[in-house]
Every structure is written in C-alpha cells, then in structure tokens.
C-alpha cells in the first residue's frame, strides 16, 4: 500500500457495494476469464509494452474469489501492477495506464508503413482487455461490466467527453491528486501529505525514526475523533501502521485505501475536472516478505463543468 501522489481536501464517505452485489458482476465471467486462464499464457495477461517486452500480470479473476473479494495468495512482480502505460509516459503507474487506453483509438496495423509501426501497432490492439484487468469487481457490479466487451460503450462516452486528452502533454500532467482516505472496520481516516515528516515526528513525540528510503509517510486523521496519525507504509511489504506518542494501531484486515485523482483538460492551468478517477487498495497483506497489495478502479466519473454567470455590481 502506498501514498505517493495522495492529498486530502475536503473528504468524501466511499461508495462501496455488498458481497452480494460483487458476485453478480464476478461469478458472470468466471467461465470466460477461467478459460483464459488455461490457455497458452498460464493465468497471466496477454499483453506487451510498446517495446515488445511482455507484461507479467495475474488476470483478475484469480485475483478475487466469487465474492469479490481478494484472494491475496501471490504478491506482485516488481511491486507493481504491470501495465503497458508506463512506456507511454514519465511517470507510469494504474492512472496514466487507465488514460491512455480509455482515449486509444486502436489504429488499424495494416495502416503502417513499416513492420516497426506495424508491431507496435499491433500491441496497442485490446484496450478494453486490458482496462477489464484492472477493474474492482464492485465498479463491474455497479455499472454491469461482466467482460471486456461491455467496457465498449462507456469508453466510448468517456473518449466523447475527454476529447482532446493527451493531445498537448504527457497523459501524467492531466491528472492532479485529490482526496484519499482510509476505511478500517473501526474508523475512517482522512490521509494527507506530510512534507516535513522529521518534523512532524518531532513535533508530536512520537517514537520512531524517519526512514525514506524504506517507507512511505503520511497523515491520518480519525474523522470521528480527530486524532490525527502518522501512517509508516513499508515500501518492501506494504504493510502499514499509525503512530502517535502514546498509541500504534495495525492496520486492519479488512481496510481498504482509497486516492482520488481530478482529470483536467487544462494542463499547467489548473480548471474544472472533467472527470474523477478513484483507486482501491485491496490492501493484502505481504506475502513471503514481498508486497502483496494492488490498487484498482474503484470508480471513474465523468464531470461536468458549471459556467459562473457573471455577477451584477450594479
């Protein structure tokens, strides 16, 4: 679990769908992906960067169980989600990942004038097979999704209403943190940045030593009480605790970390999103010392902007 490029402003209360709402959208494709899984690619996705090496990602119904919840049996190569976005960018990551096939227009490969544009090309082919790994079983539940095909329509909508993204920068520049927060079985956390974390440690006595080269650091503050904490996330495991002077919580199985991120047509100015885009933390635990945890779309929503109507002085 991570907080890198998290902020917290004003919070907002997650929407989350029962067990029962997951396996409706789960177990309807248990057949088709489980067929998948016993092809040629030994449960893992089909896929390639755009420089032809292949991408190692488990399909995600092995990931889940009919329930929808996660299995957290493997962790992850690398400690990342492996997508083919980070090779179309700077940064990387399940945001940038999920832009870039949202607004891929699939080219046709025979349209190339040589057989370097024609593979590449080529691999670029399955948008929505890919962005359908990539899914929280709760977003397939509650917009119908029970295989790649019905990612179609909504891409297309998506695509009309984002029209002209990617089209002056890097896809990474269209999209700005928002909120984050953490939901446990007991309490719900705002999480915040922390840009001094020395201190922030110092500050609020709390024992433990500033380590960035092995963990991630960050606030959360209790939204019923208003405690605020200090969440130490191992970058090896994964694995996270909140710290103040008197107290050190574990967090919970059964938690579940959300970030938000604002898509802005505007870049370098910042205006009215077009579009929200909300990541979950399955939060797994590690496995065998290495991270097990992976982030998914939890939602993503089209926004529309509202005109002010000029104000009269007179």
């Not at 929407?15 to 709402?21: F, V």
């Not at 329930?67 to 940064?91: D, F, L, N």
């Given at each position: ?148 095909g019905d990612l179609d ?84 495991t994964g694995e996270a ?47 065998d010392g290495t991270q ?23």
């Amino acid at each position: 679990m991570t907080t890198d490029d998290t902020a917290a402003r004003t919070a907002r209360a997650p929407r989350r769908l029962s067990n029962a709402g997951r396996l409706s959208a789960l177990g309807a494709v248990a057949a088709l992906a489980l067929t998948a899984c016993a092809g040629g690619d030994d449960g893992y996705v089909d896929a390639y960067f755009d420089n032809g090496d292949p991408i190692y990602a488990p399909h995600k119904v092995a990931l889940f169980d009919e329930a929808g919840t996660p299995r957290c049996e493997q962790p992850i190569a690398w400690q990342r989600v492996e997508t083919r976005g980070r090779s179309y960018t700077s940064t990387g990551g399940l945001v940038t990942a999920w832009l870039f096939e949202v607004m891929n227009n699939e080219t046709n490969p025979d349209s190339a004038t040589d057989e370097r544009e024609k593979g590449k090309l080529e691999r670029a082919l399955g948008s929505t097979d890919r962005m359908y790994e990539w899914t929280d079983p709760a977003f397939d539940a509650e917009n119908g999704i029970s295989s790649p095909g019905d990612l179609d329509g909504l891409k297309a909508e998506w695509q009309t209403h984002l029209e002209g993204l990617g089209t002056e920068a890097a896809l990474d520049q269209y999209a700005r943190p928002g909120d984050s927060w953490l939901v446990t079985p007991t309490a719900t956390y705002t999480i915040r940045r922390i840009t001094d974390v020395e201190g922030f440690i110092e500050e609020n006595d709390i024992p433990t030593t500033f380590n960035g080269q092995r963990n991630d650091y960050a606030g959360a503050m209790d939204r019923e009480t208003g405690i605020e904490y200090l969440m130490v996330t191992s970058r090896e495991t994964g694995e996270a605790i909140l710290m103040t002077a008197d107290d050190r919580l574990t967090i919970e199985e059964g938690s579940e970390l959300f970030n938000e991120y604002e898509i802005d047509l505007s870049v370098g100015f910042p205006d009215d999103p077009e579009a929200r885009l909300v990541l979950a933390n399955d939060q797994c635990p590690a496995i065998d010392g290495t991270q097990g945890s992976r982030f998914w779309v939890y939602e993503f929503e089209m926004l529309e902007s509202v005109e002010q109507e000029p104000v009269s002085l007179l």
